[in-house]
């Protein structure tokens, strides 16, 4: 087998298109498993995405670009966690305005930058690909490891399933929560940096494109569990890249169209498989959405 | 995380209180739910905690170990004051509470639950116990196996789990919120027991309860609460049930009338190998039958989770039965008989609507309502069930501000309108205070001396000894025991419950 390899090089182009959605969607694992049901997802990609290929653009460094979209989305995931942990406001809503919010936000950053493209910057990014690639797989290693072998991993899924247990033994359940929404809207924006820098240098408004409603759907595709979900963007990114070569290729015996909506079938079939298993089988934290208020009677 | 506490300091021979309240006031809204509450815990000590619901008992608890910051006054662990409103600092001073809804993790091991209390500042997640947790279980006589999820452990293991987690966090203070509530009568002497051996070393057990007689068994100080006042502080020995019932309840009067004469009717209410599967899947309720006659009053009991509830709910149409029959006298089309389901607010009252809109639930199709509600036949109709057991209430305020007790009284009165033949309650006076419990017990013994069959399902077995006609012993699903009231007894009844745990 050699790199020309077709099959190979299809593998190659299934990861990079993977790797996005890998990123976002273990930062919602990390968000869901603390309890918090996050819809921000969307905006907080495209915050990343934009701030990555500003920061690029200006230093003409990607790694910059990546750290600035870390922190940037991580603040607005700070805004996030404010509202819903802090105030209590309803997550659902919340989280579709920040959705809302993030998109007009990154529309109206990077007018100026539409068309641009981020020259050896870019090419440098690229050619870097395989190490993101490899970093998004070794987070959701990490992620399996902290979950199952680790204290705070145990806090962290305590934090979903009984926060009320937490609180009474003196735990800290606000803070806690408040530090996994950060977190993980850092992975996300990640994600959505890896977008405008790796994937396809350049900024066009909305260029997430719903990657976060897959990154979403994949969560729950997943039952909650890192490992899986690197399984889950594997198909997608797989699904992505032939779609792309069919579109190149001109010939395709499937429709595009058709291949960009399994991944969401996929999810109403494991959804539906799992109304079927008992609670504590399908690995939905318990208490997802519901903001803890320790007096309330 | 197990320092050594600092040992009580001695005063002149006399021993210093483990930990006082002071003054604690405590506010929700504009109820007061603490109204300067003071009172000392001995070391050695098991206090009891006595009030009706609403007192507040579970407040002024839920202050001492830190949930609630109290709006005045302080608390005091070996005479130096807590922080208060800090769990964290409870439980570092030696306060645990063993909540009534406990605080566990279903999805999580037996052990795991622990560890979050202990291995506090680790990294690396233990699988499996530390020694000390085996010995601490040694010595209070648990028997627990500690890789087993939560949710897969009796309510009295899972109890056992939060006592030993409480234990291993060092707590010199225990607050055992209604601890007998989900056990069986051998399984609370076990409970007490334990606690004998909890108070032998310096700690002290606060318990809160609604059944006197344990109370008298365990307790050596009570401590009554009434409108979030503690009213009466003193010695436990000596005193019968029935002085501490009038302290608990003031000067109101709460008697239970006779229990209906045995002449026994038409039947009411046949099951016939009746199986409903629970949560789990497997049968909860396996192969029942048993017949209900008009004038009588019969009571299931057995221990939380043996069948009782999904048994009731199958009757009252809640769950569908997936073998075997029911049959009522009164047709098959809608419910035409009282049901009373085991929660109030969600189930049988929706807590958003007003308390008008709730006293038409089930009853909106029947004259004199149509499609169109006349304001006049509504109003009628919210007064006539509010006056049933006299809840005084604006019928337009929602219907989630009541307590529990006039939530229980306006769906009994709802479901009493038009005397129905056939009366089935699933716990009716669980949670109720003394006062709203004597009552709904009244109500149940008139309709079934006026001749209907009454069906209930309670945790209280001398409740039932009182009121009921017949009893129905349940375990593991299966009715066991099937006695006429007057030729049965607690010991026997006690015996059939934990029987099946054993085969």
């Known amino acids: 087998m050699t790199l020309s390899d077709p099959t190979l090089l299809l593998l190659g182009a299934a990861l990079v298109s993977a790797t996005p959605i890998l990123y976002a969607a273990l930062g919602e694992l990390l968000i869901e498993r603390a309890g918090v049901l996050n819809l921000g997802i969307e905006g907080s990609m495209l915050v990343g995405a934009v701030t990555a290929f500003m920061v690029a653009h200006g230093s003409g460094s990607s790694l910059a670009g990546m750290v600035c979209a870390i922190l940037a989305t991580a603040a607005f995931g700070g805004v996030f966690a404010a509202l819903v942990v802090g105030l209590r406001l309803n997550q659902v809503v919340t989280g579709l305005a920040m959705t809302i919010l993030g998109s007009g936000l990154s529309a109206f950053l990077g007018q100026s930058y539409v068309g641009l493209t981020l020259g050896a910057a870019g090419s440098a990014a690229t050619a870097a690909s395989g190490l993101y690639v490899a970093g998004g797989l070794a987070c959701a290693v ?24 937490l609180d009474a033994l003196g735990l800290p359940v606000v803070p806690l929560r408040c530090l996994y929404v950060i977190l993980g809207s850092g992975l996300i924006g990640l994600g959505g940096a890896f977008i405008s820098v790796v994937l396809t240098p350049s900024w066009v408004e909305n260029m997430t494109a719903g990657r976060g409603w897959i990154a979403l759907a994949l969560v729950i595709f997943a039952r909650w569990r890192a490992l899986w979900i690197v399984a889950g963007a594997v198909l997608f990114g797989l699904i992505d890249a032939y779609r792309f070569r069919a579109q190149v290729g001109g010939a395709s015996w499937i429709d595009p169209h058709f291949l960009n909506m399994l991944p969401y079938v996929a999810t109403l079939v494991v959804l539906g498989l799992q109304s079927r298993r008992s609670a504590q089988g399908a690995g939905t934290p318990t208490l997802l959405g519901v903001a803890y208020d320790r007096e309330r009677r | 995380m197990n320092a050594t506490f600092p040992v009580p300091p001695q005063m002149n021979g006399i021993t210093a209180p483990l930990c006082s309240l002071v003054g604690v006031t405590k506010r929700f809204g504009k109820i007061v739910a603490n109204d300067d509450v003071t009172f000392s815990v001995m070391p050695g000590e098991v206090v009891a905690l006595l009030g009706e619901n609403g007192a507040g008992k579970s407040t002024a608890m839920n202050v001492l170990c830190g949930l609630y910051l109290p709006d005045a006054g302080t608390v005091e662990v070996d005479e130096r004051p807590l922080v208060l409103g800090s769990p964290a600092a409870s439980v570092a001073r030696g306060i645990g509470m063993v909540h009534q809804q406990f605080k566990l993790v279903l999805s999580l091991t037996a052990y795991e639950n622990v560890s979050l209390a202990v291995d506090r500042g680790r990294f690396w997640q233990r699988k499996r116990p530390s020694g000390e947790i085996e010995r601490l279980m040694a010595e209070v006589g648990f028997e627990l196996d500690m890789a087993k999820p939560v949710w897969r452990m009796s309510l009295a293991e899972r109890q056992q789990l939060e006592i030993l987690r409480v ?34 070393r310096d700690r002290a057990v606060i ?17 009554v609460m009434r409108g979030g006042r503690v009213v009466f502080e003193g010695p436990a020995s000596g005193r019968t049930s029935e002085e501490i019932a009038g302290l608990i309840v003031g000067t109101r009067s709460v008697c239970v009338s006779p229990r209906p004469s045995s002449a026994k009717g038409p039947d009411r209410l046949t099951v016939e190998n009746l199986r409903v599967k629970g949560h789990s899947g497997r049968d909860s309720v396996r192969d029942v039958s048993f017949r209900v006659q008009g ?35 009164d047709g098959r089309k809608g419910r035409r008989f009282a049901f009373v389901p085991a929660q109030h607010l969600g189930v049988a009252l929706a807590p958003g609507l007003s308390i008008e809109d709730n006293t038409l639930l089930g009853v909106h199709r029947r004259r004199p309502f149509s499609a169109w509600m006349a304001r006049r036949d509504v109003r009628r109709h919210c007064r006539t069930v509010q006056d049933m057991f006299g809840v005084a209430a604006e019928p337009g305020s929602p219907i989630r501000r009541l307590s529990g007790g006039n939530l229980q009284r306006i769906v009994l009165g709802r479901e009493l309108v038009g005397d129905p033949a056939l009366v089935v309650a699933s716990y009716p006076t669980r949670g109720l205070d003394i006062a709203a419990a004597a ?23 001398e409740e039932c000894l009182t009121i009921a006609t017949r009893i129905l012993v349940m375990s593991g699903g299966r009715v066991v025991l099937d006695r006429e009231t007057g030729q049965t007894n607690l010991d026997e009844i006690g015996r059939f419950m934990t029987a099946a745990e054993a085969s």
């Open chain 1, 142 to 165: 990490l992620a399996a490891l902290f979950l199952r072998y680790t204290r705070p991993g145990l806090l962290l899924r305590t934090l979903g399933e009984n926060p009320a247990a």
């Open chain 2, 167 to 200: 234990l291993a966090q060092g707590a010199r203070i225990l607050v055992l919120d209604e601890p007998t509530s989900v056990l069986s009568p051998l399984e609370s002497e076990r409970l007490f027991m334990l606690v004998r051996r909890i108070i032998a």
């Open chain 2, 207 to 223: 318990l809160i309860s609604h059944k006197l007689s344990e109370i008298r068994q365990v307790a050596s100080r009570l401590v």
């Open chain 2, 295 to 329: 004038g009588e009053l019969v009571a299931v009991v057995g221990v939380a989770g043996n069948g009782q509830a999904e048994l009731l709910d199958a009757i009252g149409g809640q769950k569908a039965p997936s073998g075997g029959r029911i049959v009522t006298s």
């Open chain 2, 439 to 461: 009552q709904i017990r009244n109500a149940l013994i008139a309709r079934a001396a006026a001749g209907a069959a009454v069906l209930m399902a309670s945790e209280e077995l």
